[in-house]
């Protein structure tokens, strides 16, 4: 599974454009094939503006490119729609879930690109 969390500032006056977004964003991605999960959450801020986080959860890579239409997964976030205008900052992060061999769903991947730092098997 592949976790992919957007985070970012809406500037204060840009809040209601960016909900009208998100919740777009939010139905496009579970609409699609592949999607486990996915959320919108907000923090308010003092200056009026809010701190938010989109985090949806693949089935795997294919499905997210799928979803954003490429494999460029860092130029096409789908949250913001080309508009810097409304984040003051804004970001993408993918992570790999871990996922035992045992637990793992019936025809899903199995990650074997994340080995365990030499460091952290000595410590165990």
């Not at 006056?13 to 919740?23: K, L, N, Y």
């Not at 879930?97 to 769903?105: C, F, G, I, K, T």
Request: glycine residues 10%; contains cysteine; negative net charge.
């Amino acid at each position: 599974m592949i976790v992919r969390i957007l985070k970012g500032h809406v500037q204060p006056g840009q809040v209601s454009a960016f909900r009208v977004q998100a919740r777009q964003a939010l139905d496009n991605a579970r609409g699609h094939d592949g999607i486990v999960h996915a959320e919108v959450a907000r923090q308010a801020c003092t200056d009026g503006g809010e701190e938010v986080i989109f985090v949806s959860v693949w089935r795997d890579l294919e499905a997210l490119y799928h979803w954003v239409g490429g494999v460029d997964l860092l130029e096409t976030p789908m949250l913001n729609n080309g508009s810097t205008r409304i984040f003051e900052h804004f970001g993408v992060e993918h992570y790999e879930a871990y996922e035992p061999l045992d637990s793992a769903p019936a025809g899903a991947g199995v990650y074997v690109s994340m080995p365990c730092p030499p460091a952290a098997v000595e410590a165990t």
